[in-house]
């Protein structure tokens, strides 16, 4: 049920290790969950639940009606919320891959190494891994809207300062600006699944998150297509013209979103948007303790290595992306960023549709094993397509297909952790696995790199990720499909 307005909640869900309470009208005192007596227990929650009914009628997961009011309410601003969030990661991760998908362009006009115009894509992954752990306490303790405008604001400033590097003796300052960005992003990658179990009832949240993933992708596509057609090769001076014309552009864009984002961005609505939600609103849990919790979590665990390899073999692939085509279609500048664009928008497409599966039918382990064994399929497609193919069509037939996978994955895999995490934060569980993913991102992109310039060539480069791919399917078959928020939302109590 959406509402607009605020309304006192009927129902308070209270949380502790020792007890969970359901309290339907405030002035009734709640029935007591003795740690010491599990059966007596949930005699007194089944009978608290046959009178719940007579008050409340369900009409489906997530949907909750009382006859008098709602319990738990979505709020008409969530969709506000979510556009604005979508529009600021999106012009943060358009700056990702913004040199490096021009990279020959750019080692020509600073005079640098193709090494270092990787670096301006890795330093995204550098600064994320120390960054993360206080921007998740941060993100915790102070709450969505602080995060977000601290990101927003970090984007905004990062790139005003590579307005002033369109020179080729000012490489540092483009640096310098790439950093800000990328430490902007530790207010990013974590946030769809949260931002989705705050603002969107259960029936929703998977797509919800899944559409917060699609503002990352998008801004990604437009990395890879819009810097050859901002930035084309020339003379110093229309290189240089190219460059101003680009940051100017994103710098405008940032600020905007930034503004925007002062005036409209909520933390979080009055009343919470599901059962799941309600039983964490009391909850209050030591940071630290809530990460060991995590770390000790052994299906997690499987989750975080798998999810960084496959999401790092995808980092790997879109860094060097121009090196392997290239190899094969000598000119082909152009057609690099299109094929980039094609994974990513083929992606986008993915993460949408996984999301909506998730949503229907609940089953995270089966979707994710599904769609992590596809991606392996893709990877070797794309590995002996690329040196045999005879056109480069047929390259982005094949990259479209790997990149719907595993950009598709994403959402999958963030559901599935906040899934077998709960009742931890989604922030945190997303915020690891982010962390995952660049530190393997920082292994993977220099490994293959390295073998693609050794006398291996590009298909053992393809193949060793395919390699790191198949270890993490077999990793996400071991994971026990826990799923403990899904649980509490249908029994619509607090957490065991």
């Known amino acids: 049920m959406e509402a607009d307005t605020d309304t006192d909640t009927n ?33 007194e929650l089944l009978a608290k639940g046959q009178e719940l009914q007579k008050e409340v009628k369900i009409e489906s997961v997530g949907s909750i009606v009382p006859n008098d009011s709602s319990i738990c309410k979505v709020y008409k ?39 270092w115009i990787d670096n301006t894509s890795l330093i995204y992954c550098f600064v994320y891994i120390p960054l993360i752990f206080p921007a998740t306490y941060l993100l915790e303790s102070k709450g969505l809207r602080v995060a977000v405008l601290l990101g927003s604001f970090g984007t905004a400033a990062g790139t005003w300062i590579k307005v002033l590097s369109a020179s080729p003796t000012l490489f540092w300052v483009a640096f310098t600006g790439q950093t800000v960005v990328a ?8 946030i769809p699944p949260l931002l989705a179990a705050v603002w969107f009832g259960s029936d929703q949240v998977s797509t919800a998150t899944s559409i917060g993933v699609f503002g990352n992708q998008l801004g990604i596509a437009l990395g890879f297509y819009l810097p050859s057609q901002l930035v084309q090769n020339g003379t110093v001076e229309e290189v240089t013209a190219g460059l101003s014309r680009m940051h100017y552009g994103t710098a405008s864009v940032t600020s905007a979103i930034f503004i925007l ?33 995590l770390l000790s979590n052994k299906g997690y665990l499987l989750l975080l290595l798998s999810y960084g390899l496959n999401v790092g073999v995808f980092y790997a692939i879109s860094t060097l992306l121009y090196s392997f085509i290239i190899k094969y279609f000598p000119g082909a500048d152009e057609d690099v960023g299109r094929i980039g664009l094609s994974i990513v928008l083929s992606g986008m497409v993915g993460s949408v549709i996984s999301g909506l599966i998730l949503d229907k039918t609940r089953r995270y382990k089966e979707t994710t094993l599904v769609i992590y064994f596809l991606s392996l399929v893709g990877m070797l497609a794309y ?37 077998i995490t709960y009742p931890e934060s989604e922030g945190t569980s997303a915020g690891l696995l982010n962390c995952s993913v660049q530190i393997f991102g920082l292994v993977m992109t220099p490994i293959t790199r390295a073998i693609l310039n050794s006398s291996i060539g590009d298909i053992g480069a393809n193949l060793t990720l395919c390699g790191f791919l198949a270890v993490g399917l077999l990793m996400t078959a071991l994971i026990k499909p826990d799923l403990k928020r899904l649980a509490a939302q249908k029994s619509g109590l607090s957490p065991a």
């Open 77 to 115: 601003r969530r969709w506000l919320i979510l556009i604005l969030f979508v529009c600021y990661s999106m012009s943060n991760a358009f700056q990702w891959i913004q040199f490096a998908i021009i990279n020959k362009l750019m080692v020509e006009y600073y005079g640098v190494s193709e090494e």
């Open 261 to 293: 984002a002062i005036f409209f961005f909520k933390d979080k609505p009055p009343t919470p948007p599901s059962f799941a939600q309600a039983a964490l609103a009391s909850c209050e849990e030591n940071y630290v303790v809530s990460m060991k919790r």
């Open 383 to 419: 590995t002996f397509t690329l040196p045999w193919g005879n056109h480069i069509s047929l390259i982005y037939v094949v990259m479209a297909a790997l990149g719907f996978f595993m950009t598709g994955y994403l959402p999958v895999g963030f559901e599935f952790g906040a899934e």
């Open 11 to 43: 129902i308070e869900v209270k949380f502790s290790k020792s007890k969970i309470s359901l309290n339907p009208f405030r002035k009734k005192k709640p029935v007591q969950r003795p740690s010491t007596d599990v059966d007596e227990a949930e005699k």
């Open 183 to 190: 430490i902007s992003q530790i207010f990013i990658l974590g």
